[in-house]
């Protein structure tokens, strides 16, 4: 046994250099025996029983060689199963880990090489050199053997390692088969000690994330589905949708067919929605798939292979075409006992101010009549019934219903008489039945309001028998172009994201029409991008690039003229790469209209991605200061920068904060946008600084400035019924008494705050913010393009326009129905929403609740669960309409 001490001098030299390598500042020597005084007995023991294994693995004799590695592993492994400081083991092997480096090299192929590599892979976690990989290198030349033993951290170490090295491999083209091995086994092992969003980021870094379906199971699917659907908000394209895809696929592998529905409705994948109901059975569940579609607002044709039944069809496509919406809305207003009629005067409470503005108030001027028109079509929408439009039986004899009417002036009677569209919201029997007096009068404006109200009262709801098309069609040629755009813009807001071919060969004609009046043209863009919303058409596509080529050099000035380019831009509506062949037709445009087209398409297309690279080109579009008259395209450059951000919460607290620089620096046609823009990313969601700055810019200098401020001051707080922002409106109403525009502005706000008597939501986003409806989203960007001119558009004799806003307005409630879709009330717990992904255990998703019992209100962040074990849900998000079904193996406590 001559050599042996001889060996190993010769290798303690090497862990010496290995040491000073680590540690350059302090010798070496010196602190080892530091480090000896210190140590306990067991430790010292420790440390002697491993150095002598150090010894022993590189004894000539493999049988001691053997023995020693295998009570090394054992050493190692008994204690980095905890991993709360470094193991005891690996701290005593540090200064040996180049000796067993270097003799690993000399080894011959063996079983005994392996075991050492598999050590050696354990050791270099804390051993090795930053970014030399040793860890992962020894462990694909060790055994194969279980990864887990080694404990997690050690595992964890591995999952880093291999996201580099294959980065590298794919650069140099190498194999990388045996790493996808390794990632196998690291997912299995995370998948079973829940750690989900590790395994989901080790996947989508190798690009292997099918690999993950095999390895979900019933107990961590619906977190790893969770991870996957809120990290793809973040992922560039096209590793979203792939990502979507998996999560798709695994929730219906375990049967979670609504949420599988709502990422097909994410990913806009018919085929998708199509297969949720053909694979699911239950007749139950298939309605409640259809609310779901019906709140997202999209036309859907069942067919017979996704329900065989006549008659069970012909209930699913009612449910569908959100006939029963209106009904639903009601019973909520019962229960919450909201029914009276409110007046203007109920909204305004000029009471509560003092003597100045109240004496102002009471002057009977048509701008005045026209606010109050508007405002008491906003309070009471849905409701059917009013103080100014419907009157109650016993004074049917024409009393003071007419009355109203007229009280308005020329184009004022056209809104007035499509405020009856409003009131009677989604009760299209009634609301048809009340409307129709109105067609036999002598004054175009009224049959042009009547035309929209229509419109108006099947927004949304869509009928077999096709009400609006046989009413309107009729009114499209006439020679009153007034009369001609309520029939448009009514065909456009009845059939919205219908893609109804009818109505495509009726307006397409329009566009093409040399003797059409511009605002005609604007209108028929509008109505056929509504119908056809993110649709991508390509003849519609064309009529418009056409209507807007025809253009002459005057009415390329004309702010009604940027109606065409919206038009456009809604066929792409978040649609992304699909408009660029579209986008670059439109730049050989007249320079006019050239760029405003451009940031009106992009910034449509890429609505609702929160596309991070569109909004840093839209700011760097309003970064310049550009001379009077070619700076308009500005304007949808700012409103860009919220359509792309409002995706998700940090990307919409980011775009606020960029918005107020953009006030601090922009020009005047830029600060004219921005509150339009802050109004969209907090849509029925009053901020509170926002709401500050918003009332901060509503006493601005430049009157643009102050009436887009105020109206976004009544977008933000739209059916909330927000006592702050309705007493910063009271005050501003007094302000501003003696300006009949801003004052008018100041009153449209207020109808928009006390919307639906604050049941109603303008927000686009629902489910969770999860899916945003692309007709609700629509809707609201023709309103805010609109309010880029307030002087040429609302405040002229185009203020119908205030009526798009009917698409987005959906009830705020959460109502409860049973297996007969009769309303059911239950006890539910309403509290903010906490974002619970990849954390562990299973954490309360809703915090500060109280308990109510349906139908409940909902405000924006709010989450709702049920309180009681007695039913189950067949929805996972509770809001809209859910159904409820009694739990089998509910027992009533005694």
Known sequence: MEPEPNNNASGSGNPKEEATLKVPSKDPKKKDDKKDEDLSEEDLALKQQLELYVERVQDADQGLQKVALESMRQEIRTSTSSMTSVPK???????????????????????????LADILSVLALTMSAEGDRESLKYRLLGSEGDIGSWGHEYVRNLAGEIAQEYAKRVNEEATVDDLIELVEQIVAFHMKHNAEPEAVDLLMEVEFLDLLVKHVDKANYKRTCLYLTSSARYLPGPDDMSVLDIAYTIYTKFEEFPSALQIALYLDNMQH?????????????????????????ISFELDEEMCADDDDREALQEIINNTKLSEGYLTLARDIEV????????IYKAHLLDGRASAGASVDSARQNLAATFVNAFVNAGFGQDKLMTVPSEAASGGSSGNWLFKNKEHGKASAAASLGMILLWDVDAGLAQIDKYFH???????????????????GIKNDCDPALALLADYLDKEDSSIRIGAITGLGLAYAGTQNEQIR????????????PLDVI??????????????????????????????SEADLGEPLTRLLPLGLGLLYLGKQDSVEATAEVSKTFNEKIRKYCDMTLLSCAYAGTGNVLKVQHFLGQCAQHLEKGSETFQGPAVLGIAMVAMAEELGLDMAIRSLEHLLQYGEQNIRKAVPLALGLLCIS???????????????????????AAVISLGLIGAGTNNARIAGMLRNLSSYYYKEASLLFCVRIAQGFVHMGKGLLTLAPYHSERFLLSPTALAGLVVLLHACLDMKAIILGKYHYVLYFVVL??????????????????????VGQAVDVVGQAGRPKTITGFQTHSTPVLLAAGDRAELATEKYIPLSPILEGFVILKENPDYREEA
């Open 441 to 459: 009068s002598n004054d175009n404006h009224v049959i042009a309001g009547a035309l929209l109200g229509v419109g108006v009262v099947n927004c």
């Open 89 to 115: 083991p690996l701290k005593f092997l540090r200064p040996h880990y180049g000796t067993l480096k270097s003799f690993y090299e000399t080894m011959p192929d063996s079983d005994l090489k392996k075991l």
């Open 685 to 707: 969601n009053p901020k509170v600084h926002v709401m500050d700055t918003l009332s901060r810019l509503s006493h601005d200098a430049d009157t643009e400035v102050a009436m």
């Open 505 to 516: 060969d009726k307006l397409s004609p329009i566009l093409g029409d040399p003797k059409a």
């Open 808 to 829: 987005a307005m959906q009830p705020r409630m959460l109502l409860t129905v049973d297996e007969n879709l009769k309303p059911l009330s239950v006890p539910v717990r």
């Open 273 to 297: 929605v199509k297969q949720v109901f053909t694979s699911c059975p239950d007749l139950l569940r298939k309605k409640q798939f259809c609310y779901i579609l019906a709140r997202q607002g």
């Open 522 to 551: 604007a209108f028929t863009a509008i109505a056929l991008g509504l119908v056809y919303v993110g649709s991508c058409n390509e003849d519609v596509a064309q009529a418009i690039i056409f209507a807007l080529m025809d253009r």
């Open 339 to 346: 029914m009276e009629p409110k007046s203007p005067e109920d």
